[in-house]
C-alpha cells in the first residue's frame, strides 16, 4: 500500500511562484523516478518535469527555466518549484512515483490526487 499526498496548489497572479510537494508513504522499499504530470481545461495529461534516482532531471520544453523537480529521498517527497508562472500553467498537477514495496516483485507507478494550480492573468 502507497500513499501519495500533494500540497502546495492554489491560487497566484502571472509571474508568481509556487511550490509543490508530494509525500509518499506505505511498504516502500525503494523509489525509482518522481515525477510531476498536469492536465489543463479540455488538453491531454503531460509530463512536466521527471527525476530519477540519480538525480537526473527532464523537463517539457514550456517549463525549462522555470520549473524546478527536486526530491528529498529521507521524506520520500518530490517538490516541484514553478517560478515566473504563466497562465498556461494552469492545471491540475499529479506526482507519481515509480516505487518497489515491499508487497511487489518489481517497481510500480503511484499517483497523487491533484491539486489545482490556477494562475491569473
Known amino acids: 500500500q502507497v500513499q501519495m499526498v500533494e500540497s502546495g496548489g492554489g491560487l497566484v497572479q502571472a509571474g508568481g511562484s509556487l511550490r509543490l510537494s508530494c509525500a509518499a508513504s506505505?511498504?516502500?522499499?525503494?523509489?525509482?523516478?518522481m515525477g510531476w504530470y498536469r492536465q489543463g481545461p479540455e488538453k491531454q495529461r503531460e509530463l512536466v518535469a521527471r527525476?530519477?534516482?540519480?538525480?537526473?532531471?527532464n523537463y517539457v520544453d514550456s517549463v525549462k527555466g522555470r520549473f524546478t523537480i527536486s526530491r528529498d529521498d529521507a521524506r520520500k517527497t518530490v517538490h516541484l518549484q514553478m517560478d515566473s508562472l504563466k497562465p498556461e500553467d494552469t492545471a491540475v498537477y499529479y506526482c507519481?512515483?515509480?516505487?518497489?514495496?515491499?508487497?511487489?516483485?518489481?517497481?510500480?507507478?503511484?499517483w497523487g490526487q491533484g491539486t489545482q494550480v490556477t494562475v491569473s492573468s
Open positions: 507519481n512515483i515509480l516505487a518497489l514495496t515491499y508487497g511487489s516483485s518489481g517497481y510500480q507507478a503511484y
Open positions: 506505505g511498504s516502500i522499499r525503494s523509489i525509482n523516478t
Open positions: 527525476i530519477g534516482s540519480g538525480g537526473a532531471r
